[in-house]
Structure formats: C-alpha cells, structure tokens
C-alpha cells in the first residue's frame, strides 16, 4: 500500500505559476512511476505527467509540454509538479497517483491515488 497527500494548490492568475507536491508514504520502494493527473468540472480525468521514480524519465500531455515540469525526491518520497504560464483551461483538481507496474512506459494504469488538489487560474 502507497498513501500519497497533495498540497499547493490554490488560485492564480493567468500567466502565473504554482508548484504541486505529493509526499508518498508507506511501501514507497516498490513504485515504479508516480503521475499527475487533473479533472475539471464536467469533463473526465486526464493524464497530464509522469516520471519514472528510479530513473527519472518523464512523459507529458501534449497540451503542458514546455509550461510544466514534473520531478522528484527520492530521498523525501516526494513528486513535484511545476506549473509556469498557467492558464484558464488548466483550471482543475489535480491528483496524483502512483504505480507498481513497470511492464509499460508510460504506464497505462495507476494503483494509488491522493486526494486531490484544486487549482484555479483566473483570466
């Protein structure tokens, strides 16, 4: 079992930045991959980034490419999402979420998942 708690979510303006984190907990060295995703209201959830907790590698959306940067601490359990020339239409919960299944890169299916943390971009 992986427990994962986000925080640093919150409101800001368009062009502006904000920094997610995700602290794992618990059986922390079997994650493969750690992820973000997002929901806003009415649609479904979407991928937006993962990593590869022992190499590194990374994989985004198309749509955050260039804006976002998702890394992390090994050393703290933790995975990082750097969101920079925010826009409205990023405006969502985001989550993150972790997995222990390697066999595919990205991976297609998470284990995981933390509560969320709402992020709003106003224009």
């Known amino acids: 079992q992986v427990q994962l708690v986000e925080s640093g979510g919150g409101l800001v303006q368009t062009g502006g930045s904000l920094r997610l984190s995700c602290a794992a907990s618990?059986?922390?060295?079997?994650?493969?991959?750690m992820g973000w995703f997002r929901q806003a209201p009415g649609k479904e959830r979407e991928f937006v980034a993962t990593?590869?907790?022992?190499?590194?590698?990374?994989y985004y959306v198309d749509s955050v490419k260039g804006r976002f940067t998702i890394s992390r601490d090994n050393a703290k359990n933790t995975v990082y999402l750097q969101m920079n020339s925010l826009k409205p239409e990023d405006t969502a919960v985001y989550y993150c979420?972790?997995?222990?299944?390697?066999?595919?890169?990205?991976?297609?299916?998470?284990?995981?998942w933390g509560q969320g943390t709402q992020v709003t971009v106003s224009s």
């Open positions: 979420a972790a997995t222990f299944e390697g066999s595919k890169w990205p991976p297609v299916a998470y284990d995981y």
């Open positions: 618990g059986r922390t060295f079997s994650i493969y991959s």
């Open positions: 990593i590869n907790w022992s190499f590194g590698s990374t």
